[in-house]
C-alpha cells in the first residue's frame, strides 16, 4: 500500500486503505471475539473521575487504563480481572511491516467511539521508550483526525481517516499531539450499528 504524503510532523505516515474490505471484515471479527473475553469498558480522568466519551478494551500482554489514579499499562483488565486476549495475526503483521526495525508491540488499545465520541489532543507518552512508533488503525466510519506538534500550542492540521486506514506515528511525530475531532455519521457500513473503532498498537517496553 502507497503511502500518501499530508503536511504534518516528520515521522508521521498515513496508509490510506491499507486494509481492503475483506480484511476489515476478518479484522473486526477477531476484535468481537477479543472483546467478548474483555468487555468494552469506559475509563475515567485521573484525579477528577470524569469518563472518557469512548468505551475501551485491549489485547496483547499489556493493556492501557486510566482511572482515578492515573495512566498505566498492566497485564490484567480492571473489572474482569483476566489477561488480555492475545494480539490478532493481522495487527503484528502490520507491524512488521510498518516497523520492521522495532521490537513487537506489547500493548492494542481498543477504542469505540459512539455518535458524539472525540477524543482531544494529547500525547502517547506513558511507554517506557518513544524509539518504537505509534501505529493506528481506522475501522467503521470515517473521522476527522488533528495532529500538531510537540507542544499543545503548536499548530495543527487535520484530514480524515476512512475504514482501512492506517497511520503510524514515529521520529518526530512519536509525541506529536493528536486527537479525534469527530466521527461522521453514515460513512461506513462495516459496523451493523455505526460507531468507529480505532485499534493502537504501542511498544511499552525497552527491547
Aim: with cysteine; glycine share 10%.
Amino acid at each position: 500500500m502507497q503511502e500518501v504524503s499530508i503536511n504534518g510532523p516528520s515521522g508521521l505516515s498515513y496508509l490510506p486503505g491499507y486494509f481492503d474490505r475483506g480484511a476489515q471484515e476478518t479484522l473486526l471479527e477477531e476484535i468481537r471475539a477479543i472483546v467478548a473475553e474483555a468487555p468494552l469498558f469506559r475509563p475515567v480522568m485521573p484525579k477528577t473521575g470524569k469518563p472518557f466519551t469512548v468505551k475501551m478494551s485491549n489485547c496483547g500482554p499489556l493493556g492501557w487504563v486510566s482511572d482515578i489514579n492515573g495512566y498505566r499499562y498492566q497485564p490484567h483488565h480492571p473489572e474482569t480481572g483476566r489477561p488480555w486476549p492475545e494480539m490478532p495475526e493481522l495487527l503484528t503483521s502490520l507491524w512488521r511491516d510498518v516497523a520492521p526495525q522495532a521490537p513487537p508491540p506489547e500493548a492494542c488499545l481498543i477504542n469505540y467511539y459512539e455518535p458524539g465520541a472525540r477524543m482531544g489532543l494529547h500525547q502517547d507518552r506513558d511507554e517506557q521508550t518513544f524509539e518504537a512508533p505509534v501505529v493506528s488503525v481506522s475501522l467503521g466510519e470515517t473521522a476527522t483526525f488533528r495532529v500538531g506538534g510537540l507542544s499543545r500550542k503548536d499548530p495543527t492540521r487535520s484530514f480524515r481517516l476512512q475504514s482501512g486506514d492506517v497511520v503510524v506515528l514515529g521520529g518526530e511525530a512519536r509525541l506529536a499531539f493528536h486527537g479525534i475531532d469527530r466521527v461522521l455519521k453514515g460513512t461506513s457500513t462495516l459496523l451493523k450499528n455505526g460507531g468507529r473503532i480505532n485499534l493502537t498498537l504501542r511498544r511499552v517496553t525497552g527491547e
